[in-house]
């Protein structure tokens, strides 16, 4: 073992330099032995997995059966049991309650005016005593108001208050349960990591079979893509407790239970809240996609207004998500971080819950008002700001003035950084480049990792996808390098200063939920199609996993080596570069890590610019209702992203070893 | 607390009771659910279809749904109809999914998709001789940018159109390059700005649609479409390759789950019965992305203008 990581400076420029050689002359020696192959997998070859899979789901929703129900019984059921509270919610917030179907519908019961649920909303941030928060929550809702789109949010927030506590109420028994027991650790850890780089266009067509057309399978697709950051962000925050917390609580007596809520639980609560952001965040990320499967909101207006090159309504609409967003998850968080009070007994029932009264009289003297005031019942019209002109004759002075200074950035970028890598991706052989990835995996985790490299590269070239796969390595490599780039620096120093945090976790939150669509159309306008614009729109999008970890791993450094690096007289630079950065360098890798996710989670939708890989492939599929073509280059996707994310972690675990963190 | 209480009483009434009013004038009274998608000509379809099953009495409901995903509803028959699939779009779609019989055609709406290269005007300055296509390999240069000069930039429509382009350049011998945009909002994206700086273009543009309209431009004139030309390569200016022509011009088609017919057989002769033509779409369509007009509003003036028309679709 020592040997092999004092030879490696030698091993890795044996073998760079042996890959920097049959990249130039891989094709001649392929000639020489008369062998294509071994630079392009031969097409007879391709084991046809994707008719299978196609086969075998047309299988089961039209013949499995399971005795006395069949398989779609029972996921129509499911379906039915979820429908039940959206139904509900949907119909307080949005539609009102009806009696009837279509346009016989009958209105028994208006729903809530946009100023009860304003008030309910700011109550709710009153309640956790932060009056920051209110203001924030009533501005991020007047805004949805003012701007003309209270109808759609109303619909977007109904599916968002369903997801996101089921994705977290799951995601966290998950995480509970794989700290508990190994093996199911290491069943569940793969399943996330298909769940979360399995592009959700690959398994939208089998949901909307199972599920039904309409919100509910939209609602399970959110699920799916959300929940895997809330197991993992679980996970990590019970295994990085402090054992002699773990230990006192022992010996303070407390069963299985209680050790786990009572002391586990709300000692992990910090990182525990990074995941609940997360699945905020992801599900709200989810609301374009999930329009396309019948979910309607605000996802839809901004597809339509896009559709239409109505930039300005579709940053309108987008903003309206980011907003959502921001105001959920701040109140999320106030909501978590409440101090219990002691209960005070002898207060009378009026006094104690004067508030909720209060509350309710309010939104029933508005109910009544709205019948004859109707500017309570839904904001006026004459009101709505509309700001697409602004947005599109700013986009037209951009393009008209910057264009060729944005060309010659862009062709700069594209010469000396982006092409290099693809030609020199896709010129070695594949091979060669099977062994290489085997052999970083004996480096890193032994035969083990070794095995999972060589049999998931292995997949792919069967699969006849490698060619795709090497250009979708190539766009969100290059991505990925220029997102860390950007967000390291910008992550720690949001770890040194709590302002810069503050501000960029706004820029973040952001980034993150905008739709990416949103920015898409307009750098294709300044940009042109092709890998550049997408390259852009994956690095604006994967940026916030970088930021986010570096800073929370700079910031939960423990104080005491901190302290002992004062007391022998470090500089503050010194503090930084010697103990601060080292000591957070598996955390920033664990960033690293998921910025490679998110920019493999993008492709689907740089496929919308017209990229060639395997988003493409997918994007085709789905267009096609191919679902076998589908999953085949999902899988794709999700294998290239776990042999990143073994070799990563194995990498942060040992750099942990090293730092005695473990 | 009266309302919490109002609430819940009228969630059990829901849940138990609420579901239907009869009357007996139609088959049946459950909703017809139509798919809205996100282009302005389909929801006028849509709408119009929409306003005229009303008329005859039938429930309806519209659902926003995707162009494709929405056949899996289709077939399951969580959806009904669908007023526009496009020959040119949709067929490996209608193909996949009529095979079994649970989605079936319905028939042209009457419009007719077209499909070709275009160009905007002020590009004729620099390449007079358009719109014929032996004009095209003259001007190459002028259409090319750094990354592909020489060569001019053709940018397409999105693979998944289909669409044969890359073959009709090695076809016809055009010293073009063929790029694919991934959506249509990128295509459109993309010949906004280069209309606001006039600069070259040409690219993929469809009609109905309201990009003709609103920018000055013309198509492409190649050898017209035949089938021997996709076929037989012999046929045409290329002895040897086939693709040597222009695009086919296919109709609309309209779709239904298989469920419409056997549940509301009269609202499935009224979509059967339904046309319009393409000319009349085209000025719909401007009427509501160029003049600002609602899609609620056009339609509404359409239903009072055409009643004789549709009045005969649900005889």
Redesign the interface.
């Known amino acids: 073992m020592t040997n092999l990581i004092k030879n490696n400076k030698i091993y890795f420029f044996i073998f760079f330099f042996l890959t920097f050689f049959l990249f130039l002359y891989g094709k001649d020696i392929a000639g020489l032995l008369d062998a294509k192959w071994i630079i392009k997998y031969p097409k007879h070859l391709v084991f046809p997995l994707a008719k299978y899979l196609s086969g075998f789901v047309k299988w089961l929703m039209d013949d499995a059966n399971f005795i006395i129900f069949s398989f779609r019984d029972f996921t129509r059921f499911i379906a039915w049991i979820i429908e039940i509270p959206y139904n ?1 919610i949907l119909a ?1 917030i949005s539609k009102g ?8 519908a ?1 209105e ?2 208006a729903p809530l005016s946009w100023m009860s649920v304003i008030a309910i909303i700011m109550f709710m941030a009153l309640y956790t005593k932060d009056k920051l928060l209110v203001f924030l929550v009533f501005f991020a809702f007047l805004y949805l108001a003012i701007f003309g789109q209270w109808k759609s949010s109303m619909v977007t927030l109904s599916s968002i208050v369903i997801a996101v506590p089921v994705g977290v109420v799951i995601g966290l028994f998950l995480g509970i349960l794989s700290y508990k027991s190994e093996i199911l650790e290491k069943i569940i850890s793969p399943v996330l990591d298909l769940m979360q780089t399995i592009p959700v266009f690959a398994y ?2 089998p949901i ?2 199972m599920f ?3 919100p509910v399978a939209a609602l399970i697709a959110t699920i799916i893509y959300a929940m895997p950051p809330m197991v993992r962000t679980t996970l990590l925050a019970l295994k990085n407790i402090d054992p002699q917390i773990k230990e006192s609580g022992l010996m303070s007596g407390c069963t299985k239970r209680q050790l786990m809520w009572r002391v586990l639980i709300p000692t992990s609560k910090p990182t525990l809240m990074i995941g609940v952001n997360q699945v905020i965040m992801l599900s709200l990320n989810m609301v374009i996609i999930a ?4 979910a ?1 909101g605000l996802g ?1 207006d901004v ?2 207004s ?4 109505n930039i300005g309504a579709g940053i309108e609409t987008g903003v309206a998500i980011v907003v959502l967003a921001i105001a959920l998850d701040r109140l999320s968080q106030a909501f978590v971080n409440i101090k219990t009070e002691r209960k005070k007994i002898n207060i009378s029932f009026l006094k104690r819950y004067s508030r909720i009264i209060f509350l ?1 009289l309010f ?2 003297i508005i ?1 009544f008002l709205s019948t004859y005031l109707p500017f309570l019942k839904s904001f006026p019209e004459h009101l709505v700001i509309n700001t697409s002109a602004f947005w599109e004759s700013l986009i ?1 002075y951009i ?2 003035n910057y ?1 060729d200074t944005l ?1 010659s950035i862009k ?1 700069t970028l ?1 010469t000396y950084f982006m092409l290099p890598i693809k030609r020199f991706l896709l010129g070695v052989p594949w091979p060669w480049f099977v062994l290489i990835i085997s052999l970083i995996g004996w480096h890193y985790g032994r035969l083990k990792l070794a095995m999972l490299c060589f049999l998931l590269s292995l997949f792919i070239v069967f699969t006849g996808l490698w060619e795709k796969a090497m250009v979708t390595i190539y766009l969100c490599g290059s991505s990925v390098i220029i997102a860390s780039i950007i967000g390291i620096p910008l992550g720690i120093w949001a770890g040194i200063s709590s302002k810069a945090n503050r501000v960029l976790t706004v820029i973040i939150d952001t980034l993150q939920t905008l739709p990416s ?1 949103v920015y ?3 750098v ?3 940009f ?3 890998d550049f614009t997408a390259m852009l729109a994956v690095i604006l999008y994967s940026l916030a996993p970088a930021v986010r970890y570096t800073a929370h791993g700079i910031k939960n450094i423990n104080k005491e080596i901190v302290d002992a690096g004062l007391i022998c007289g470090c500089s503050q630079r010194q503090i930084l570069l010697k103990i601060k950065l080292p000591l957070a360098i598996p955390e920033i890798l664990l960033g690293i890590n998921q910025t490679i996710m998110l920019a493999l989670s993008m492709l689907v939708i ?7 890989e395997l988003g ?1 492939e997918v ?2 599929a ?5 679902i076998g073509r589908g999953l085949v280059a999902g899988l794709c996707v999700a294998f290239i992203s776990i042999i990143a994310d073994r070799i990563i972690k194995s990498g942060s675990d040992r750099l942990k070893i090293k730092y005695g963190m473990k | ?4 209480r ?2 819940f009483v ?2 059990i ?2 849940v138990f009771f ?4 009869s009357s007996i004038a139609v088959e049946s ?4 659910k139509l798919t809205l998608h ?3 000509g389909q929801l006028i379809t849509t709408n119009i279809m929409a306003e005229v099953l ?1 008329k005859a009495g039938y ?3 519209l ?11 289709l ?2 028959g ?2 009904h109809v669908a007023m526009e699939m496009w020959e040119t779009t949709g067929r ?2 209608i193909d ?2 009529t095979a079994d019989g649970r989605v079936v055609n319905v028939g042209s709406t009457g419009m007719d998709a077209i499909e070709e290269w275009w160009y905007p005007t002020y590009m004729k300055e620099k390449c007079p001789g358009l719109p014929n296509w032996e004009a095209l390999n003259d001007c190459a240069e002028a259409f090319s ?3 592909t000069a020489p060569k001019g930039r053709y ?1 397409g429509g ?3 159109w289909g669409g044969f382009d890359d073959e009709r350049v090695e076809a016809l011998e055009l010293d073009w390059e063929v ?12 010949l ?2 280069a209309y ?2 006039k ?1 070259p273009i040409m690219l993929w543009v469809y009609a109905p649609h ?1 990009a003709p309209s609103k920018f000055d431009g013309e198509f492409v004139d190649f050898p017209p479409y035949t089938a021997e030309c996709y076929n037989d390569p012999s046929w045409g200016v290329n002895p040897n390759l086939a693709y040597d022509c222009g695009k086919p011009r296919g109709p609309i088609w309209k779709v239904a789950s298989s469920m419409l017919k056997d549940k509301w057989p009269g609202a499935y002769d009224a979509v059967e019965a339904f046309t319009l033509d393409s000319n009349e779409m085209g000025n719909l369509v401007a009427a509501v ?1 160029l003049d600002g007009n609602t899609v609620e509003a056009v339609v509404a003036d359409w239903m009072t203008n055409n009643e004789d028309r549709w009045s005969s679709w649900i005889k």
Do not use: C
């Open positions: 509900l307080l309650f009806l009696s009837g179907q279509g346009q016989d009958k028994i019961l939208l067509v909307l079979v039904g057309f309409g329009s396309m499967i019948g309607g839809y597809l339509a896009l559709r239409r090159l309710f939104i029933i109910y037209k393009n008209i264009f060309e062709v594209l669509f898409l159309i307009p294709v306008m300044l042109r199609v092709g740089t496929a919308l610019v017209g990229t060639r493409q994007y085709i789905l267009t096609k209702a191919d | 607390m009266t309302i919490i109002r609430y009228f969630l009434s829901i609420g579901l239907s009013t009274k459950d909703p017809i996100d282009w302005t009303k429930n309806i409901e659902v926003p749904a995707d162009y494709i995903a929405q056949f899996a509803g077939q399951t969580d959806l490996d779609a996949e999914y940018i750094p990354e940018l999105p693979v998944t790029i694919h945009a991934g959506t249509d909002a990128a295509l459109f994206g993309e906004e700005s606001q700086r600069a309201w992305d």
